[in-house]
């Protein structure tokens, strides 16, 4: 099945500063690959996504990047705020019959130090 | 927010016991997940169903069953609790022919003694 692996599991910068995190798969037929937040007591949300046709997308102060040949994708946060801070969760993901067959990355705990 | 709810949000159970969580969808999506979340383990499929009465098995389905007699709820029951069942489960939902997202709901912590 598919591995994700996901790096690193806590990270801690300065308001205003960068976060990367990365992540890696192992199957090529994996198409999409969304990526999560979640907040202290809830559930994940998306907060953006790529398909396996497209190399960056941005969204604001957030952006991913994909490279299909070596089988790794990031998420890159810019300018960070407090609000920022919570848990990431990078994932895998491909259309199984209408069924998303999506695997989930350990999660990376994000701290925005004021 | 996706109209997800799921009962109860916390649970404390002996081992042995049988426990029932509930998902309950507003949102008239034909798939549904649940989902446990462990620390070092990120979010692992249990069940899905993808229509009323037809379910199928995760990568982490021992232990566990689901029922899904109408489309808006998705029951998860653990026969017989023990203590490794002990974690956060989230009820998640999706659309075919969508974008791929998985909606979720804000999740059951059990705890089992």
């Known amino acids: 099945g598919e591995n994700v692996e996901q790096h690193p599991s806590t990270l801690s910068v300065q308001e205003g500063d960068s976060a990367v995190i990365k992540c890696t798969y192992s199957d090529s037929a994996s198409n999409y690959f969304p990526w999560y937040k979640q907040e202290l007591g809830k559930g994940p949300q998306l907060i953006i996504d790529i398909r396996s046709n497209v190399g960056e997308k941005k969204d604001q102060r957030i952006a991913v990047t994909l490279n299909k040949t070596a089988k790794h994708f990031s998420l890159h946060i810019t300018e960070t705020q407090p609000e920022d801070s919570a848990v990431y969760f990078c994932?895998?993901?491909?259309?199984?019959?209408?069924?998303?067959?999506?695997?989930f990355g350990i999660g990376t705990k994000l701290q925005v130090i004021p | 927010d996706a109209g997800i709810t799921q009962s109860p949000r916390h649970k404390v159970t002996e081992t042995g016991t049988p426990v029932t969580l509930r998902c309950h969808q507003t949102?008239?999506?034909?798939?549904m997940y649940w989902y446990r979340q462990d620390p070092g383990h990120g979010l692992r499929l249990i069940h899905y169903?993808?229509?009323?009465?037809?379910?199928d098995k995760g990568e982490v389905s021992d232990g566990y069953s689901v029922s899904r007699s109408k489309t808006e709820d998705f029951l998860l029951t653990l026969e017989s609790a023990t203590s490794s069942q002990t974690s956060v489960y989230f009820c998640?939902?999706?659309?075919?022919?969508?974008?791929?997202?998985?909606?979720f709901g804000e999740g059951s912590r059990l705890t089992v003694l």
């Open positions: 998640a939902i999706s659309e075919p022919g969508g974008t791929g997202e998985l909606f």
């Open positions: 169903s993808y229509g009323v009465k037809d379910t």
């Open positions: 949102e008239n999506h034909r798939y």
């Open positions: 994932a895998v993901s491909m259309n199984s019959g209408g069924y998303q067959k999506v695997t």
